[in-house]
C-alpha cells in the first residue's frame, strides 16, 4: 500500500553531482523519518542520510559536507544532493521511509527499488 518511487542515479565522473529524489506515495497517514541507503556489490547496505520530519538529520561520516539531504513533508518527498563524488561512491541508492499507514498503530520500514550510482575515475 506504500511505494518509493526513485529517480536521479546515473554514470558521473569523479568530481561530479547527481542529486537523487524518492516520492511516498499510498496508504500514508505519516511518515516519520526518511533517508537513504547505499548497497555495493557484496557489501552490506549502510546508511547514507536520514532526516526525521523535524528536520534532524544524520550523515555517514564518508559523506558529510559532500552530500545535502532535504525533504518536503508535505509532499512525501526526499532528496540526496550529492557533490564532489567519488568511485566509493559506487552503489546502488535505496530510498527509506518510516511510514505510518492507515489502519496500523506502528511505523514500518519502506524501500525503494534502488537506483544505480557509479562513479568513474
Known amino acids: 500500500q506504500v511505494q518509493l518511487v526513485e529517480s536521479g542515479g546515473g554514470l558521473v565522473q569523479a568530481g561530479g553531482s547527481l542529486k537523487l529524489s524518492c516520492a511516498a506515495s499510498?496508504?500514508?497517514?505519516?511518515?516519520?523519518?526518511m533517508g537513504w541507503y547505499r548497497q555495493a556489490p557484496e557489501k552490506q547496505r549502510e546508511l547514507v542520510a536520514t532526516m526525521t520530519t523535524g528536520g534532524r538529520t544524520n550523515y555517514a561520516d564518508s559523506v558529510k559536507g559532500r552530500f545535502t539531504i532535504s525533504r518536503d513533508n508535505a509532499k512525501n518527498m526526499v532528496w540526496l544532493q550529492m557533490n564532489s563524488l567519488k568511485p566509493e561512491d559506487t552503489a546502488a541508492y535505496y530510498c527509506n521511509a518510516e511510514v505510518l499507514t492507515y489502519g496500523r498503530a506502528r511505523f514500518a520500514d519502506y524501500w525503494g527499488q534502488g537506483t544505480q550510482v557509479t562513479v568513474s575515475s
Open positions: 499510498g496508504s500514508i497517514f505519516s511518515i516519520n523519518a
